[in-house]
């Protein structure tokens, strides 16, 4: 089995020997998540090979690739739909078993998938609170959910909404997207998974998704964000971790990175001016 670096940044650091890929070497304690050796298959297909990956806190990594390369099967498996064939996962240095969506919401991890899952008949409220209402003497406590629905809205520095009780079929499509992660980090999420969250949105809507991440990151939340968008990627992302047929190929710090390697990356798995991941050393 051909040998990969113990270390998956990019930068340079005095480690021990190569670990074989697919070890699961205890991550450092200064991230929020470590995915180790995790790998996924369904039958014959092995759509993630041997992913070690580390999210920190307070941090926008963009995870990009061509379509099928694993970018979503990697972050459902975070989240709880799929668990990982093998592999580990570790929440601020603990191991953690997560298998359902239940369980990545216990530690914090909220997604927002590219459709957002949002009701158009109803309003920005009730959204929110959506199969978690908050009640007082048997009776929904409307008063407490918009109050706390505004202030969400007000920390996240949304201040397009005219009101919090406009139906949300009525909004763009930058609003739609702040309502939806408003809603995930409501629930006092770290990490918030975005899925595609500027596709098929306008220039001023895709800046105003993109001050929200922004913001995100600026609050201490972690941020996993999936983009085909590299001009996107370039604007918010703190780190880049790179797909290729199932296999995590680079990952590191945003300044390792321009947009010609990028784009090798993702359509070949490497590029002269990044070094890979799976670069055996002699």
């Known amino acids: 089995m051909e040998a990969t670096p113990e270390n998956n940044d990019l930068t340079s650091s005095p480690q021990g020997p190569s670990e074989p890929a697919g070890s699961e070497v205890a991550p450092s304690t200064d991230v929020l998540l470590s995915l180790r050796g995790i790998t996924k298959s369904f039958g014959a297909v092995q759509a993630l090979q041997h992913v070690d990956l580390d999210i ?52 914090g991890i909220a997604t927002v998938y590219q459709d957002l899952a949002l009701c158009d008949n109803l309003d920005i409220v009730q959204n ?43 909004l763009s499509g930058g609003q739609r997207q702040a309502v939806a992660v408003a809603r995930a980090v409501m629930s006092e999420s770290r990490l918030v998974i975005l899925d595609e969250p500027t596709a098929a949105l306008g220039v001023s809507q895709t800046a105003q998704v993109l001050e929200l991440i922004r913001t995100l990151s600026s609050r201490g939340i972690a941020v996993i964000v999936i983009s085909h968008n590299l001009n996107d990627v370039f604007s918010v992302a703190d780190r880049i971790a790179v797909m290729y047929l199932g296999t995590l190929v680079s990952h590191g710090p945003i300044a390792n990175y321009d947009r010609n390697s990028a784009v090798e990356m993702i359509t070949t798995g490497r590029s002269d001016r990044v070094p890979s991941l799976h670069t055996s050393s002699n």
Request: glycine content about 10%.
């Open 128 to 170: 929110m609170y959506l199969g978690r209402e908050e009640t007082k003497m048997a009776l929904l406590d409307e008063i407490t959910m918009e109050l706390v629905t505004t202030q969400t809205l007000k920390d996240l520095a949304v201040s397009s909404v005219k009101s919090v009780r406009q139906v949300v079929g009525s």
């Open 56 to 107: 920190p806190a307070g941090q926008v990594t963009a995870l990009i690739g061509d379509n099928g390369a694993g970018k979503s099967t990697l972050i459902k498996t975070i989240a709880g739909i799929w668990a990982p064939t093998s592999g580990s996962m570790y929440w601020e240095g603990q191991e953690v078993h997560i298998h359902t969506p239940r369980d990545a919401t216990h530690y």
